[in-house]
């Protein structure tokens, strides 16, 4: 799965959804992860998280991300997620949210490496569950976990380590560490790949271009510009600046509305469009009118109208 330098959605909670990674897939990214899914929910039966779970057929492999902090807990999961048509679990051990760390999970796993090892150990076992680990490079800049981390997951059966070298107590601060990841994956046994600021098509090749590097995961360069996915690919194979015009951006942000009121239906459905529409809207010619605007619109067909207008 991991064989050619691939581009990646990245995991965003409440933003990769069905819809983002459907709209991602059409303009040729290689592989998206899922939303974060709370083990204990899917093994307790929660409902939301058996909805994010879903699979969608034009994202395959399916790759489900998983966050919890027990070891049969989350194998458990990851056998539920797979039964559900799931064919990669990735575990999220990087997440520094504290509602989200203080249960054990994401980013406390950097400060619990045997935890984390017992999590690979229980998804090892026979029948082994085909998974990845996410992690950033450390919990604070005191101590760096990536060498330790690359060889644990090497050693047991991950298929692939991503980091987002930023440390977990920098949240989204400062620059991703691009050198530090480079020179801890190049001894890798196993596929690593990047993630962190690559928020343009040159960024992103640049990254993929470093040695030892197996993939670039694209989070927020891709919120507001799904088509980022094509616009590498085109410059990477052909060499060419591809970009969309106004008829297929406008085409695609369209599209995007429907796929979110077909996941979600008409008010939930708006909530989540408004947040992508101020995206699309970056940078262009009366986009701060409109964005002003768009919180006084409640309806699917008066933001169509908005967006008509400003294209
Ligand atoms: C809104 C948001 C939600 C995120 N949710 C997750 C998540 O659920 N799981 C995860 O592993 N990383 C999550 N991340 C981190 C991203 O996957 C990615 O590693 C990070 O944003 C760095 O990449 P970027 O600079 O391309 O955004 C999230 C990031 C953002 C901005």
């Not at 559900?84 to 203080?102: E, S």
């Not at 951006?249 to 408004?274: F, M, N, P, S, V």
């Not at 605007?293 to 933001?303: A, G, I, Y």
């Amino acid at each position: 799965m991991f064989s050619q330098k691939q581009t990646i959605l990245a995991p965003m909670a409440g933003l990769s959804d069905r819809p983002f990674r459907r709209l991602c897939r059409s303009f040729g990214v290689d592989l998206a992860v899922s939303e974060m899914i709370s083990a204990k929910g899917l093994v307790y039966g929660d409902r939301k998280s058996r909805v994010l779970l879903t699979p969608d057929k034009s994202d395959r492999p399916y790759w489900v991300q998983l966050f919890g902090s027990d070891p049969e807990i989350i194998r458990e999961a990851a056998q539920i997620a797979l039964q559900a048509g799931a064919d990669l679990i990735d575990i999220n051990m990087g997440c520094p949210v504290r509602k989200v760390v203080k249960t054990g999970a994401g980013a406390a796993l950097l400060r619990d490496p045997q935890q984390a090892e017992a999590i690979m150990r229980a998804l090892d076992r026979t029948p082994a569950i085909p998974y990845t680990i996410k992690i950033r490079s450390g919990w604070d800049a005191k101590q760096t976990i990536l060498d330790l981390f690359i060889e644990m997951a090497g050693t047991h059966n991950a298929k692939a380590l991503t980091c987002h070298p930023r440390t977990a107590t920098m949240m989204f601060s400062g620059c991703a560490d691009w050198r530090q990841l480079t020179d801890a994956a190049q001894n890798a046994a196993l596929p690593v790949i990047g993630s962190g600021d690559l928020n343009d098509p040159q960024t992103a090749i640049e990254a993929l271009a470093r040695p030892g590097m197996a993939g670039v995961m694209l989070g927020r360069g891709s919120l507001g510009r799904p088509w980022i996915f094509r616009e590498i690919r085109e410059l990477l194979q052909k060499g060419i600046q591809w970009s969309p015009d106004a008829e297929l951006k406008l085409k695609t942000i369209l599209k995007h509305g429907d796929l979110l009121r077909d996941e979600y239906g008409e008010k939930t459905g708006l909530l989540l469009y408004r947040k992508h529409l101020a995206w699309y809207s970056k940078g262009l010619s009366g986009a701060s009118a409109f964005r002003k605007n768009l919180f006084t619109l409640t309806s699917f067909s008066e933001l169509e109208s908005a967006i008509n207008n400003l294209f």
